[in-house]
């Protein structure tokens, strides 16, 4: 009974590739986020969503974006990969003022 | 200065001992202040929260907050070999910024 999941859980791709991320909260959350987390295990918010509406969007570069078709799903495209790129993605939802959020098990991303 | 401030440890400690987890953070507009448990290779899972200026306990931890000082607290009682993880504080005003981390290695 996984709350928040993603897929894939390790990705490896080349420079200049597209991928997605898929996330999904079996919470019945109303708002879900992308974070990174660089080699060094900080944690950055990059973007979040409240019922499919864009809430936050933390000057991350217009190569990702993110779609939410609806509430439980967030997923996240990655337009010509680059190697500052590699790091684990986590996708996260939370109910209300948000301060409570679960994270997901984390897509680790590797560009080569 | 970084808006959040943890010392990244790494911290090794007997098992048995008594942990004291801290963050200082600049933002006077954090209302929130969590604490997280990342497991190697792991989401982060939250710990607990805390809203005002005190003490919350639940269990073996303790969350301290301190405004006046911009300062936050995590204690471990009684640690445990299975409390070896990465703690990070996240403070949230309307989204969640972490700190980056302390490294915690309990040895039985």
């Known amino acids: 009974d996984t709350a928040v999941s993603q897929t894939p859980k390790y990705l490896v791709t080349q420079m200049g590739n597209d991928k997605s991320i898929k996330c999904e909260q079996n919470?019945?959350?109303?708002?879900m986020y992308w974070y990174k987390q660089d080699s060094k295990k900080f944690l950055k918010i990059m973007f979040s969503?409240?019922?499919?509406?864009?809430?936050i969007n933390e000057t991350v570069p217009n190569r990702f974006s993110p779609k939410s078709p609806d509430k439980a799903h967030l997923n996240l495209h990655i337009n010509s990969l680059e190697l500052g790129d590699s790091a684990v993605y986590f996708c996260?939802?939370?109910?209300?003022?948000?301060?409570?959020?679960?994270f997901g098990p984390g897509t680790r991303l590797t560009v080569t | 200065q970084k808006e959040v401030e943890q010392d990244p440890g790494p911290l090794s400690v007997p098992e048995g001992a008594i942990v004291s987890l801290n963050c200082t953070y600049s933002?006077?507009?954090?209302?929130?202040f969590m604490w997280y448990r990342q497991y190697s290779r792991k989401g982060p899972e939250l710990l607990m929260y805390?809203?005002?200026?005190g003490n919350k306990e639940d269990g073996r931890f303790t969350a301290q907050v301190d405004k006046s000082s911009k300062y936050i607290s995590l204690f471990i009682r009684d640690s445990q070999p299975s409390d070896s993880a990465t703690y990070l504080c996240?403070?949230?005003?309307?989204?969640?910024?972490f700190g980056k981390g302390t490294l915690l290695t309990v040895n039985p």
């Open positions: 933002n006077s507009a954090f209302q929130y």
């Open positions: 919470l019945g959350h109303d708002t």
């Open positions: 996240a403070m949230w005003d309307y989204k969640l910024t």
């Open positions: 996260a939802s939370g109910q209300g003022a948000d301060h409570e959020q679960y």
């Open positions: 805390t809203y005002s200026s």
């Open positions: 969503y409240n019922n499919k509406e864009l809430i």
